[in-house]
Structures are given as structure tokens and as C-alpha cells.
């Protein structure tokens, strides 16, 4: 995925995080027994908004993070090509002038 240089990107993208995820790992990440999962899915006490495309719950990674108290912040990307830059080579990613 190649982006403009000014453009501004939400880190679940630049990550790759997946648009939802499954009950099983949104349980996971919310530290609780599946069991436990499918029991406040059944009942709408689930901790985010669930879908249900046939029989499995699913649930969108934004309202996921937001339950886990995350924000979805927008990245420039620059800054994100510069973060990796120094984490690849240790160098400093912002030229100080001197």
C-alpha cells in the first residue's frame, strides 16, 4: 500500500490490524473466558457492538479498540516512515540542524 507523503492514516492500517476480528479474539483481548463471551453476546451485555453474519458473532476493530480504551490515532505517514527508519538503523529520525 503506498500512500502520499502529506496523508495522514489511521495506525490500525499502517499495521495491518484486520476491519474485525471473531468473538474468540475479541475475548482474548478483552481478558475473559469465552464462555463468558458468548454468555454477554447472548444476553447484548458484550463489552462493544457485535454483528452476527450468520451463525458467529463478530466484532469491528474500531469498536473493539474503543472498549479496550485505544485510540485509532491518525499517523502521518512521513512519521511513520521515519519511526521505522530509526528503528531499523538507530538513527536519529528528525535531523536536529546541527
Known amino acids: 500500500m503506498r500512500y ?3 496523508e495522514y492514516v489511521p495506525f490500525s492500517v499502517l499495521f495491518g490490524l484486520p476491519d ?3 468473538l474468540r479474539v475479541a475475548a482474548e483481548a478483552l481478558d475473559m473466558k469465552l464462555s463468558r463471551a458468548y454468555r454477554l453476546a447472548r444476553s447484548d451485555a458484550f ?5 452476527r453474519p450468520g451463525r458467529k458473532y463478530v466484532v469491528r476493530m474500531p469498536d473493539l479498540l474503543r472498549a ?3 485510540q485509532d490515532v491518525r499517523v502521518h ?6 519511526g521505522a527508519r530509526f528503528a531499523e538503523e538507530g538513527e ?3 535531523p536536529d540542524g546541527t
Open 20 to 22: 474485525e476480528v471473531g
Open 77 to 82: 505517514y512521513d512519521d511513520f516512515e521515519a
Open 92 to 94: 536519529d529520525p528528525v
Open 4 to 6: 502520499h507523503r502529506d
Open 47 to 51: 463489552p462493544c457492538p457485535l454483528r
Open 68 to 70: 479496550l480504551r485505544i
